[in-house]
């Protein structure tokens, strides 16, 4: 397990040599690293959290358990720092499950608050949801039951309870929440260690190097950036195709991730699973809460060379790929789509609008949890309107269904390739009013609607709602 990135229960077939269709060939990596002049900076080893399964079966009896706790970790450099932890690891153990799987998990609250944990991006009923309508105490256990009842996808878990999840999830409170489903499988993509999860985030540290939350009025924003809870991370690649499983766990950055040599990536899906066509894009702009899943060549770097994921904005190096100039698996996308997306109609239902102002509001309320403000019918097509009036970005989440994005006015007034098929989380600029078409046919029951910049959202930026 330590040396797979992501093991699959199933072993897949990689095809090697072939030609890589879609996937930019990256040449030439040490002449056009533009961040050579930051060689003297240490790198340490990208951390890759371990794999957990939370199915009953014969090698996990009990399911899964996972406490959330205290606890000290190596952000690199050898150095222990304390952090808030699910399980002790930082970030928290990937859980992989697959579709038509049961999961059980036990929390335990390992605190000294209360709290509650939330499966970003899953489709269960309310009492598996860990929305802000939930929570428990210190000491307090929280039983989870739920089939996987959606496609393969990168989801995330996070604490929840209300006024603390910015706080909880900034000190180390995160995972990937991995699925798979034979769709996927048969496409037998880069997998084991060629599969990379890869949770960014920024983060802030006092003089003894422990995690801090020190947010502003505005938003918590950190000194330095880590991936999978590593500073200055480096990744060795072999010469060829990997999957990057990408999730942008920061309470209040957008990254606009690129490679340091201009070379593309290949987006082949994101928040709710595979895209219908891949598409070759050479920069992604990543809200709080987004997923990605790409595919990059590294067939061009020579043993010793080496390329950096940037992010454009904050002009940061976040994480250095190295090549070992062994050779690793040639992929080649299918010549046909990687997914049917039924594409959701209508609506026949008149428009709901919600607008994310100042930095506590939709619709002129905080967020109150007696308060249901809307109901939504259960199987029926909705368009849901996003605007702001300011104080952006606004990633706008949504529990208990996925979404499609229908249009962006405004603003950057596109929607990116990286935006299609399904989403639960859309990025909300100033100036930008985001449709997205929604349908709830999974369960009825409570769910919320809420800013994923976590200041905004713990300040009240969301909204109670039933599917009936
Ligand atoms: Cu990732 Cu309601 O949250
Ligand atoms: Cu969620
Ligand atoms: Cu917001």
Same mark, same amino acid.
């Given at each position: ?46 951390? !890759? ?55 059980? !998990?036990?929390?335990? $609250? ?24 939930i929570s428990i105490i210190p000491g307090q256990t929280y039983n989870y039951s739920f089939?996987? !009842? ?49 949770? !960014?985030?920024?983060a802030s540290v006092d003089k003894n190097g422990n995690l801090i939350y020190n947010p ?30 990408v999730l942008n766990g920061s309470n209040a950055r957008v990254f606009r991730i690129a ?18 066509? /891949? ?97 939504? $019918? ?16 606004? /990633? ?73």
């Amino acid at each position: 397990m330590k040396k797979q990135a992501i093991s699959s229960t199933r072993r897949q077939v990689l095809r090697a040599g072939g030609a890589t269709l879609g996937v930019g060939a990256l040449a030439q990596f040490s002449v056009l690293d533009a961040f050579a002049q930051k060689a003297t900076v240490t790198r340490n080893p990208l951390r !890759i959290p371990p794999v957990v399964s939370p199915v009953i079966s014969n090698d996990f009896p009990a399911g899964l358990s996972l406490t959330c706790a205290p606890a000290t970790v190596d952000l690199g450099g050898s150095r222990l720092s304390n952090v808030l932890a699910y399980n002790g690891t930082f970030p928290g153990p990937t859980i992989l499950a697959k579709s038509g799987d049961r999961a059980t !998990i036990a929390l335990h $609250n390992g605190l000294n608050e209360h709290t509650i944990t939330h499966w970003h991006g899953m489709h269960v009923d309310s009492a598996n949801d860990g929305g802000p309508l939930i929570s428990i105490i210190p000491g307090q256990t929280y039983n989870y039951s739920f089939p996987i !009842i959606q496609r393969a996808c990168l989801n995330w878990y996070h604490p929840h309870p209300h006024h603390l999840t910015g706080k909880q999830v900034n000190l180390g409170l995160a995972g990937a929440f991995i699925l798979r489903d034979d769709e996927e499988d048969a496409l037998n993509l880069p997998s084991g260690r060629y599969e990379v999860p890869l949770i !960014i985030r920024d983060a802030s540290v006092d003089k003894n190097g422990n995690l801090i939350y020190n947010p502003t009025a505005s938003g918590f924003t950190g000194k330095f950036p880590l991936v999978n809870g590593t500073r200055d991370p480096k990744l060795t690649v072999d010469k060829g195709d990997y999957r990057l499983r990408v999730l942008n766990g920061s309470n209040a950055r957008v990254f606009r991730i690129a490679l340091s040599n201009g070379a593309p990536f290949t987006v082949i899906g994101n928040d709710g699973g595979l895209l219908e066509a /891949p598409a070759t894009v050479s920069q992604i702009e990543l809200g709080m809460g987004e997923r990605l899943d790409l595919l990059v060549n590294f067939s061009g770097l020579t043993a010793g060379a080496s390329v950096m994921l940037r992010c454009l904005d904050a002009r940061w190096d976040l994480l250095q790929f190295v090549g070992t100039g062994v050779t690793g698996v040639a992929y080649s996308l299918p010549n046909r789509p990687l997914s049917t997306i039924e594409r959701l109609v209508g609506p026949t239902v008149p428009t709901r609008t919600f607008s994310f102002d100042g930095m506590s509001r939709i619709n002129g309320q905080t967020y109150d949890m007696n308060r249901f403000d809307f109901q939504v $019918n259960h199987g029926v097509t909705e368009r849901w309107r996003f605007t702001t009036g300011g104080n952006a970005p606004h /990633p706008v989440h949504v529990h208990g269904a996925s979404f499609q994005v229908v249009s962006r006015t405004g603003g950057r007034g596109v929607v990116f390739p990286w935006e299609r098929a399904w989403k639960d989380t859309v990025l909300l600029n100033d100036q930008e009013v985001v449709d997205v078409l929604i349908r709830f046919d999974a369960y009825r029951g409570d769910y919320v609607i809420h800013c994923h910049q976590l200041e905004h959202e713990d300040h009240g930026m969301m909204s109670n709602f039933r599917v009936v």
